[in-house]
């Protein structure tokens, strides 16, 4: 196992990564708007009552490593939805393999995920379970 990375440490690598994606800020840049926004979701997560992680994937997210890259993603976003400009709510994967279909769990970089709206969200996974069925439907030509 590593060392457990701080929220800054994951935030450096993400600004590190090229081509910046356009929801982040550059932390140095925007200080302020990234702090505030910080503070909010470190409130939010304290008062919020841990759920029981029912799945593996689900246990994956409630680790350390997503919980503290999720944050540095909603900080480096200001706090704000890449699609909508409202208030973020999660960070969604983009996608979960590379481009040999190897996992990407534990080595996200900023272009695998994005900040989103609740709303926003559900979108993106509404439309993805569209298009399962659109597949199944086809027997999986499309
Ligand atoms: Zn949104
Ligand atoms: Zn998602």
Redesign the pocket.
């Known amino acids: 196992m590593t060392e457990a990375k701080s929220i800054m440490d994951y935030a450096s690598e993400l600004m590190d990564d090229e081509p910046r994606p356009s929801w982040m800020y550059d932390y140095h840049e925007h200080t302020t708007a990234c702090e505030v926004a910080l503070t909010r979701y470190q409130k939010r997560s304290s008062s919020k009552i841990v759920r029981e992680p029912k799945t593996e994937y689900e246990r994956y997210l409630s680790e350390p490593h997503w919980q503290t890259l999720r944050l540095a993603v909603l900080m480096l976003s200001g706090g704000k939805?890449?699609?909508?400009?409202?208030v973020?709510d999660d960070v969604h994967h983009l996608r979960y393999q590379d481009e040999h279909k190897r996992s990407l769990r534990y080595r996200e970089r900023a272009a695998d995920v994005e900040p989103?709206?609740r709303?926003?969200?559900r979108r993106d996974h509404d439309a993805e379970q569209v298009m399962k069925l659109v597949r199944k439907m086809t027997g999986g030509v499309s």
């Open positions: 939805c890449c699609r909508c400009g409202d973020a989103v709206c709303e926003c969200h």
